[in-house]
């Protein structure tokens, strides 16, 4: 059985969980701490997360190399490169989301420590406060309360994706590495203050993770959507 180390909040982690649950891959989780590079290293060997380490030993990391990865060792589960996906649109999508990082990560950057295991670690919290902060240059707080800036500033490119997951069901009409990663990095936008998504995105967002078998939202929040 492989094993997954990995964040709970962390968008590239949830695009691998989203992957393994879609490939119905048995895997043992092992929750990582936010406490920085030199932890990383000493539980994974890497000095970033998500790191999967295969029956065999060997270990590895980047999420999407870790999803192509997934479809070469396991060519019997469902493809969510080759045969569910052409390289041109995933091209589109990635330059879509390399458009999009600085805005999105100001957005959910203030929503994140709504995950147990960050908010309520302050040693994590200050990792991260210090590492958010500095790239994007303004505090936790600072973006929180210019949320509606941010997201105006990005309303055009996440109507652009909207259209076409209502059109498709998915990024494409089977489910792919795009959906991992749109649902993985936009998973945050959910937990914003005063901003309700458009009903078509938080439809597909439920899609994925039904097709995943997987909820990517905080613990006290799966359990009010199940009240």
């Known amino acids: 059985m492989l094993t997954l180390i990995h964040f709970d909040f962390c968008p590239f982690c949830q695009r691998v969980r989203l992957a393994l649950g879609y490939k119905n891959i048995e895997f043992a989780e ?31 990391g980047e999420s999407l190399e870790l999803i192509a990865e997934l479809d070469r060792r396991f060519p019997a589960t469902p493809p969510l490169h080759q045969g569910a996906i052409a390289a041109a649109d995933l091209e589109a999508v990635l330059a879509w989301r390399a458009r999009i990082s600085g805005m999105l990560f100001r957005l959910i950057a203030p929503t994140l420590p709504q995950y147990p295991g960050l908010g309520d670690d ?22 929180q309360a210019r949320r509606l800036q941010w997201y105006a500033s990005l309303e055009a490119e996440l109507n652009g994706i909207t259209d076409r997951i209502a059109r498709h069901g998915f990024y ?9 990663l749109i649902t993985g990095d936009l998973t945050g936008l959910r937990l914003l203050e005063d901003i309700t998504l458009p009903p078509e995105l938080s ?9 995943a078998g997987v909820s990517l939202l905080p ?9």
């Open 172 to 180: 494409t009409p089977v489910f792919s590495v795009a959906d991992t």
């Open 30 to 60: 092992l929750p990582a701490r936010f406490y920085g590079p030199e932890h990383f290293r000493n539980i994974s060997g890497f000095e970033r997360l998500p790191v999967i380490i295969y029956p065999d030993g060997d270990r590895q």
């Open 219 to 227: 613990e006290p929040l799966k359990q009010g959507q199940n009240l």
């Open 122 to 143: 302050p040693r994590a919290m200050a990792f991260y406060r210090e590492r958010m902060e500095g790239w994007l240059g303004d505090t936790l707080e600072g973006l």
């Open 203 to 211: 439809a597909y967002f439920a899609r994925v993770e039904a097709a």
